[in-house]
């Protein structure tokens, strides 16, 4: 998943979102414009950079977003066993 970010470098909308099988943002439901607006517990107003790399090795993640004006929760599954990108 791609995202245009903040003046601080940190994610918040999504801009892109690879078509390949197996893309757990793709599976979660994850759409081209969402908002997003927390990452797990964390706001990504007040959100820093160490804080979002305690996630990185977390087996799900929820992700708060607005879609159509209206707030709504996408958890992503991460499947350990699949090699991730670097």
């Known amino acids: 998943m791609g995202t245009r ?5 940190l994610p918040s909308i999504v801009d892109n979102i690879a078509d390949c099988p197996g ?6 439901g994850f759409r081209l414009g969402d908002m997003i607006t927390h990452i797990d517990t964390i706001k990504t107003e007040t959100a820093t950079r ?6 990185q090795d977390a087996d799900s993640i929820t992700y708060g977003i607005i879609r159509d004006g209206k707030p709504m929760k996408i958890t992503v599954h991460f499947d350990r066993s699949i090699p991730q990108g670097d």
Do not use: K
Not at 23 to 28: D, F, L, S, V
Not at 50 to 55: C, I, V
């Open 50 to 55: 160490e804080a979002l790399a305690r996630l």
């Open 5 to 9: 970010n903040d003046s601080r470098g």
């Open 23 to 28: 893309n757990p943002y793709q599976e979660a």
